[in-house]
């Protein structure tokens, strides 16, 4: 189960509205390497990973992926409180607005809805685990895009820290792939499916 | 009465550092469950943590359910402002 603190990760306080940002923004709420499909990617996986480190951080890992998607919320919302239907219109999130209003929902920047054929929860330790690594280097590249676009510094700092999480996270998932390979035949780490050839472990 | 409060701004800010601390190093000690200089870097910030998150409910309101303080006559965890509003966390 989950329990909820009233409270970001890292602050959000953006003072300036921009809704044309805000619908770049949000594709990191419910995009292709959004936050909501990187936390149900790692919260998928993990029932049958068979080894306890591994299962570790991507219940970890996914858990902070759902702060992250709070954060990436919270900077749209900031965005776009409070717009008036001119801005609403030359800004170009009429669009987005005839649809949702101000509310948050999860689509791509390109306004693509949010689904699970986002991510794959494959069965298999060495492919899941090559899969998490790309999906937190697709997410820093994303960041990294948003950055160039942004200019005002209350937006560029918590992106900035949502960056380097991509990078943590990545360097761990690099470490949890070496744990899988040395519990495994390393003459050829593909003689078994350790999640479905491996049975009665518990 | 009030000459021990705390301000504000900077406990929320030490709240978050400590945080931080906490779950930076628990994703390290998930894939390096022995390492002792991250399990005593662990204990150190869980506890300021800890301490840091009661020392904010008693003044400014609970953050978590475990220091929510039951006595009070009023159902607080909804009335301080949510993260993503102005003056919340």
Same mark, same amino acid.
């Given at each position: ?202 | ?19 931080? &601390?906490?779950?930076?190093?628990? /994703?390290? =000690? @998930? #894939?390096?469950?022995?390492?002792? +200089? ?5 204990? *150190? ?11 904010? &409910?008693?003044?400014?309101?609970? /953050?978590? =359910? @475990? #220091?929510?303080?039951?006595?009070? +006559? ?5 009335? *301080? ?9």
């Amino acid at each position: 189960m989950w329990n909820y603190e009233k409270r970001l990760q890292h602050p959000v306080r953006i003072t300036q509205t921009n809704p044309k940002i805000a619908q770049v923004i949000i594709t990191q709420f419910g995009g292709p390497d959004g936050e909501l499909a990187a936390s149900m990617r790692y919260l998928s996986q993990r029932y049958t990973m068979p080894y306890k480190e591994v299962t570790g951080i991507l219940t970890d890992i996914g858990t902070e992926e759902l702060a992250h998607m709070e954060m990436i919320c919270a900077i749209v919302y900031q965005l776009t409180k409070d717009l008036t239907p001119e801005q609403l219109i030359e800004s170009g999130f009429d669009k987005y607005y005839v649809d949702h209003t101000l509310a948050l929902w999860p689509q791509a920047a390109s306004g693509a809805p949010w689904t699970a054929t986002y991510f794959q929860s494959k069965g298999d330790p060495i492919t899941d685990l090559h899969e998490d690594m790309a999906a937190e280097q697709k997410a820093r590249t994303t960041y990294d895009n948003i950055l160039r676009l942004v200019k005002d510094p209350e937006v560029c700092e918590p992106i900035r820290f949502l960056r380097e999480r991509e990078i943590v996270h990545y360097q761990r998932f690099g470490e949890s792939l070496r744990i899988v390979q040395d519990h495994l035949d390393s003459k050829n780490f593909y003689a078994i499916n350790p999640e479905f050839d491996i049975r009665s472990r518990n | 009465m009030t000459e021990n409060k705390p301000n504000r701004n900077e406990l929320l800010e030490w709240i978050n550092v400590v945080s931080f &601390a906490v779950d930076d190093v628990k /994703l390290f =000690l @998930d #894939t390096h469950p022995c390492n002792p +200089d991250a399990l005593e870097y662990f204990e *150190e910030f869980k506890k300021q943590r800890v301490q840091a998150l009661r020392e904010y &409910a008693k003044y400014y309101g609970p /953050l978590t =359910l @475990d #220091t929510v303080h039951t006595p009070a +006559d009023y159902w607080c965890w909804i009335n *301080e402002p949510w993260p993503w509003q102005e003056g919340g966390c």
